[in-house]
Nanobody
Framework: QVHLVESGGGLVQSGGSLRLSCAAS????????MGWYRQAPGKEREFVAG?????????DYQDSVKGRFTISRDNAKNTVYLQMNSLKPEDTGVYYC?????????????WGQGTQVTVSS
């Protein structure tokens, strides 16, 4: 069983930055692909970014965040990060960390509880 805990959300002005963290339990973290999703009010959950495991570090991003967001991982700390720069009001939502993300179906194996990100204009 994998347990995920997100942190780092908050309120920020448009153009600002936030860094989200997701701490994972389990000894197989380094082998697992990890991802971030978000859900805005009244909308479906959507894939934001993903990073492969097994030391591949290949990254994948939703088009709307390319060049602004960066996903990274620290296997020694069992933690995955999402650095978010140049934030826009449309980035507002609850951000979820997940294992084994599938961007086409917006599904994953394990989910965190989510952290709120609010970008004011």
């Amino acid at each position: 069983q994998v347990h995920l805990v997100e942190s780092g959300g908050g309120l920020v002005q448009s153009g600002g930055s936030l860094r989200l963290s997701c701490a994972a339990s389990g000894s197989i973290f380094s082998f697992k692909a990890m991802g971030w999703y978000r859900q805005a009010p009244g909308k479906e959950r959507e894939f934001v970014a993903g990073i492969r495991g097994s030391f591949s570090y290949y990254q994948d991003y939703q088009d709307s965040v390319k060049g602004r967001f960066t996903i990274s991982r620290d296997n020694a700390k069992n933690t995955v990060y999402l650095q978010m720069n140049s934030l826009k009001p449309e980035d507002t939502g609850v951000y979820y960390c997940a294992t084994d993300p599938d961007r086409r179906s917006s599904t994953a194996t394990h989910w965190g509880q989510g952290t709120q990100v609010t970008v004011s204009s």
